[in-house]
């Protein structure tokens, strides 16, 4: 089965997971290359974003023509993804923004009616 | 029936989900993920007292393409300035004063900024309507403060308020 593939159609699959995973993988490096925790909690997105996306498509669309029938579950791993990153990332970012302002580090935004100075 | 269906807009969706993890629409599926989402959705109804209603189904469509773009958009941005030789992005906080004010349109909100790789919800205050979100990069505070209520809290307005 893998030898018939049409070759639009391996063209179009390879175009969307090696894109995929170069957006990953820039994440993955933003993730070593910036400076700070803010910064770096941004990389990591493009590979639940955009990065994973494209390579759910690619299988979406590669299983939908090899198996004759439409398969889009893999759009329900991209909607969890995306609805469970905010719960992580706010969890993670507002410990990090609480021991900030515990240790009155520099360029972090203060609580205007501050309940913890 | 109120006491059986508390969330129905949330029983229907999950039988959706269900029904496409299973790739199959027959009957015995229908029966079985119904059940689940019949009890998901009492269960649910416990930590999510307040109704879920959507006003305008159609905005919602409206709004999964403005977020698709946008992420699609923001993604190569932010690609773009990491693979550079020395990345100096220009990082920011920024305080946003919110009018949106329901609980989903929260959620969805947050979900949204978040899953956008240039920016991250942090903190919301209740109090205050306002958020925390930190901006990857930069340009213009009020103009990047007006592009997401023109774009996203508008249309969440309308369609949970």
């Known amino acids: ?117 | 029936m109120k006491r059986l269906f508390p969330h129905p807009l949330l029983a229907v969706i999950l039988l959706i989900l269900w029904l496409i993890l299973q790739q199959s629409a027959g009957l015995g599926h229908i029966l079985l993920g119904g059940v689940i989402a019949i009890l998901a959705s009492l269960a649910a109804s416990l930590i999510i007292p307040e109704p879920l209603i959507v006003r305008r189904p159609l905005k919602v469509l409206q709004l999964i393409v403005v977020a698709g773009l946008d992420i699609v958009r923001s993604n190569i941005a932010v690609m773009l300035i990491l693979f550079s030789p020395r990345p100096q992005p220009t990082a920011a906080f920024i305080e946003m004063p919110l009018k949106l004010t329901n609980t989903f349109g929260l959620a969805v909100l947050a979900c949204l900024i978040t899953a956008t790789p240039g920016s991250a919800w942090l903190e919301y205050d209740r109090e205050r309507s306002t958020v925390l979100i930190h901006v990857f990069d930069l340009v213009d505070a009020d103009e990047w403060v007006e592009t997401i209520k023109n774009r996203y809290e508008s249309l969440l307005m309308e369609i949970f308020q």
Request: contains cysteine.
């Open chain 1, 1 to 117: 089965m893998i030898d018939d593939l049409p070759l639009w159609l391996s063209i179009l699959v390879s175009v969307l997971v090696v894109g995929g995973a170069l957006l990953t993988m820039a994440g993955c490096f933003g993730m070593v290359r910036l400076q700070n925790f803010y910064l770096r909690i941004h990389a990591p997105t493009m590979g639940t974003s955009m990065g994973g996306g494209l390579i759910l498509l690619a299988s979406a669309i590669y299983f939908t023509i090899t198996r004759d029938r439409l398969i889009v579950h893999e759009m329900i791993i991209f909607l969890f993804v995306t609805v469970t990153t905010p719960v992580t990332l706010m969890l993670l970012a507002r410990a990090t923004l609480f021991r900030d302002r515990i240790e009155g580090n520099d360029g972090v935004p203060k609580r205007i009616n501050g309940d913890q100075q």
